[in-house]
Nanobody
């Protein structure tokens, strides 16, 4: 079992930067792959990035690599999503997710076993 808790979402102006955090807990999380997704109203859940908790290896959506980056701090037991140059189109609920294997389609939300409750990010002037 893995529990995930996101934090850091808020209302920001276009061009701002924001860092989201995800705190995993449970006995199994050290062996899992952690990821970030987002879902805007009326749209499907969209893959952003994933990271191996153990090795730090990352996988990122090509369309967002210029502005978003994923990292984790094993000492603090947190995963982060650094978002720069935010745009109104980035407005969404951002979710932390976990899956047990590096193999498979990272973009497929169905391949993730555990999800957090989400944190709202709103980009508006």
């Amino acid at each position: 079992q893995v529990q995930l808790a996101e934090s850091g979402g808020e209302l920001v102006r276009p061009g701002a930067s924001l860092r989201l955090s995800c705190t995993p807990s449970g006995r199994s999380y050290p062996g899992y792959i952690m990821g970030w997704f987002r879902q805007a109203p009326g749209k499907e859940r969209e893959f952003i990035a994933a990271i191996s908790w153990g090795t730090g290896r990352t996988e990122q959506a090509a369309s967002l690599t210029d502005r978003f980056s994923i990292s984790r701090d094993r000492v603090a037991i947190k995963m982060f999503l650094q978002m720069n140059g935010l745009k109104p189109d980035d407005t969404a609920v951002y979710y932390c997710a976990a899956r047990s294997s590096w193999s498979g389609d990272f973009y497929d939300a169905r391949s993730y076993d555990y999800w957090g409750q989400g944190t709202q990010v709103t980009v508006s002037s």
